[in-house]
């Protein structure tokens, strides 16, 4: 009766064990592959869609799309990254985040990866967009981890449909804030001694310079030694370039920092605005000279009138 009894139980153990082990896996970690149905060849605005039934999901999800070739090359990858939380019935809730960490070859210019969507049945739905009219056939992964278990049974594709839209290539992009401890090159593989080093135009709103210890305010202090406007122009004649600022051919060669560059130049700047005060008193003095200088003419003037007159009555009592 005890053997029996403790057969019983080890049975029953090893079942709740089994259903444990399960459960605890399918809530932690969840996966389905599948081959898409063929996009058809010469039609515009194709979508299909995947369906993830009515499976509640709070986690996150990574969908991967790669293709060969069929009417034109596909090959790559395309993975976005999904944030997830879905409830369904009453208190239905919906929120998702999404980032895209890989994209690379042909597959990129030809398939969107679109956002989660509830249909009219209540599915979880995502679509995949065919930017273009050319055939061909995706393998699709899906992988993911959810703290409520998540029934890839109920998963499946729908064959695409002409839906009219705008969507256009996706890009990577990255939802958190990234920190690279090495370099990175842009449109190059020579970074130099750079972290960042970029082959091409860079398009800012703004660019700040963080603190610079060498600005050039020093142009306004009283020791500052400011050359003549003639030792200036002897430099330019002998030098081709301003005294402090590199030549043509060595920027050319070394280029130059921003910083140190913007410095020099507000250093030349101060330095025009000296000169410009000093013209402005030289001109001042001038004008005052030139004023005094018609006063004396105006009262000259007026004095040779009164001789003139009196002359005049002389000249009339001779007579």
């Known amino acids: 009766m005890k053997m029996e009894f403790r057969k019983k139980a080890r049975i029953l153990l090893g079942l709740i064990l089994f259903v444990f082990i399960q459960s605890y896996g399918q809530e932690k970690n969840f996966e389905w592959n599948i081959h898409s149905p063929g996009f058809a060849n010469g039609v515009n605005n194709e979508v299909a869609y995947i369906n993830f039934g009515k499976n509640r999901v709070w986690g996150w999800a990574e969908v991967t799309i790669t293709c060969g070739y ?42 969107k990866l679109g956002e989660f969507e509830i249909n009219a049945n209540g599915d979880l739905v995502l679509p995949i967009y065919h930017l273009v009219s050319t055939s061909n056939k995706l ?141 402005e008193k030289s001109l001042n003095s001038q004008k005052n000279q030139i004023e005094k200088q018609n006063l004396r003419i105006d009262q000259q003037q007026k004095e040779i009138q009164e001789l003139k007159l009196l002359v005049n009555e002389l000249l009339k009592k001779g007579q």
């Open 70 to 111: 069929n009417y034109q090359l596909a090959t790559g990858k395309y993975t976005k990254r999904y944030s997830i939380g879905r409830n369904v019935g009453d208190g239905a809730y919906f929120h998702q985040k999404s980032e895209v960490p890989v994209i690379f070859g042909p597959i990129s210019t030809q398939f």
């Open 139 to 279: 393998l699709i992964s899906v992988k993911g981890g959810s703290t409520i278990p998540v029934d890839t049974t109920l998963f499946s594709i729908i064959n695409p449909v002409v839906i009219a839209n705008s969507e256009t290539k996706d890009k990577m992009s990255f939802e958190n804030d990234m920190v690279l401890k090495g370099k990175l090159g842009l449109g190059t593989l020579s970074t130099g001694n750079h972290k960042l080093a970029v082959e091409g135009s860079i398009g800012a709103r703004e660019v700040k310079v963080e603190a610079y210890p060498n600005w050039s305010d020093f142009v306004f202090y009283e020791n500052y030694d400011l050359p003549t406007l003639n030792e200036v122009e002897k430099h330019i004649k002998q030098k081709g370039h301003l005294k402090d600022i590199p030549s043509a051919k060595e920027v050319e060669k070394n280029g130059f920092y921003l910083g140190e560059m913007d410095a020099k130049l507000l250093q030349k700047i101060e330095e025009l605005t000296l000169y410009t005060i000093d013209q």
